[in-house]
């Protein structure tokens, strides 16, 4: 399969450079009669765009997406559905010095290994920019597991350099009331008190010339029993690729995560209940998934976001023409923390997971 292609029943392939004249996906599989608007769409790539706040690259994207084909009448017709973002606001020069000189935290090197040739301008594919199509593939993922299934995917910033948020327990989420307090506050977290230091911690970081990570936890509500695969196409296996894929992400944990290396047997086991008719566990350590099947619980999945490489303190690396070690300073426009924006990056790989895993068992149907 293409390195740029990602599921098996519903497949997205993104395409495009940081820099290059537009960036998009192509989403494959996607079962006919799903209503679908340019607005949903969009509101989810407004989530994403950059410029949305002080903690935000200025970058000035609109980021407006138009459909090519797949979509008739608004609605999908079984086609590849193709979408389109043109890149408006680019500013290659401030690139142009590190052309030869890789950024350390960055793909420049590994990329210059593998590929030789490489587009440099903005990180090229590697680009962050590049999840523009996941986010809107992921848009319509998202919609499908809603009118299939009655799933909903929620996201929320967990934790920003240390600070940790207080959240709604899972049993009290609906994605309209989760959105309304996370779109209220540019941390995109359920608790607005820890949210300002949150952006304090960013502030700082940025006058300093530095920048923070953080964890993203996104919970998939409504999953109904047994998607997924046994052995090597385990639910969780194809969740933490998913969003392992996502550029800054270097962890993952689904349910209680490391924390299970730190439990007795007795302390891991979600203990199995009648509750109005289903069986379901007394408690959901496991996170929505035992052997790669998902237990219909919710699906809890956590995603440790690094802080981003590009930075305005002096860097020690080599002029790969000389040979010879150097110091670089990265100037031009970068997000001093990237785990606000990317929140919506981290649900739409979840849903299309889900979406994927739900039409290869047949609970998602091939036609609505």
Avoid at 2 to 20: K, M
Avoid at 161 to 184: F, N, P, Q, R, Y
Avoid at 279 to 297: C, D, Q, V, Y
Wanted: one cysteine or more.
């Amino acid at each position: 399969m293409p390195a740029n292609t990602f599921g098996e029943a519903l497949r997205l392939t993104t395409w495009g450079e940081s820099h290059g004249k537009a960036v998009g996906c192509v989403l494959d599989g996607c079962p006919s009669g799903l209503e679908v608007t340019l607005d949903e769409i969009q509101a989810e790539l407004a989530r994403r765009r950059p410029g949305q706040s002080e903690i935000s690259t200025p970058r000035g994207e609109k980021d407006q997406v138009e459909i090519l084909s797949g979509v008739f009448e608004g609605k999908t017709i079984g086609t590849p559905i193709a979408m389109m973002v043109v890149n408006e606001d680019k500013d290659s020069s401030a690139y142009k010095p590190f052309k030869d000189k890789p950024r350390p935290g960055h793909a420049d090197l590994t990329w210059r290994e593998k590929f030789g040739h490489v587009d440099w301008r903005g990180g090229g594919r590697s680009s962050a920019r590049e999840t523009i199509g996941r986010v809107a593939g992921g848009a319509i993922a998202q919609k499908l597991l809603k009118v299939s299934l009655g799933a909903e995917i929620v996201g929320y910033t967990k934790e920003i350099a240390g600070i940790v948020a207080e959240d709604m327990k899972i049993e009290d989420m609906k994605k309209s009331h989760v959105l309304e307090i996370t779109e209220s506050n540019p941390l995109r977290a359920l608790d607005l008190e820890r949210a300002k230091q949150m952006e304090q911690a960013i502030l700082d970081a940025k006058a300093a010339g530095d920048s923070i990570g953080g964890v993203i936890e996104a919970v998939a509500l409504n999953v109904p029993a047994g998607l997924g695969e046994p052995v090597f196409d385990k639910l969780n296996a194809d969740l933490v690729k998913a969003v392992m894929s996502i550029p800054a992400v270097k962890a993952v944990e689904i349910g209680a995560g490391l924390e299970f290396a730190r439990m007795k047997g007795s302390e891991a086991q979600d203990e199995i209940i009648k509750k109005k008719g289903q069986i379901l566990t007394k408690t959901n350590k496991a996170g929505g998934i035992n052997g790669g099947i998902s237990n219909g619980m919710p699906i809890v999945v956590r995603a440790a976001v690094k802080a981003p490489a590009s930075i305005a303190q002096g860097q020690k690396t080599v002029d790969l023409k000389t040979k010879k070690a150097t110091e670089i300073k990265v100037s031009g426009r970068h997000d001093p923390c990237v785990v606000p924006r990317a929140v919506p990056i981290v649900e739409a790989m979840v849903a299309l997971v889900l979406a994927d895993h739900g039409l290869r068992s047949g609970a998602v149907p091939r036609k609505l």
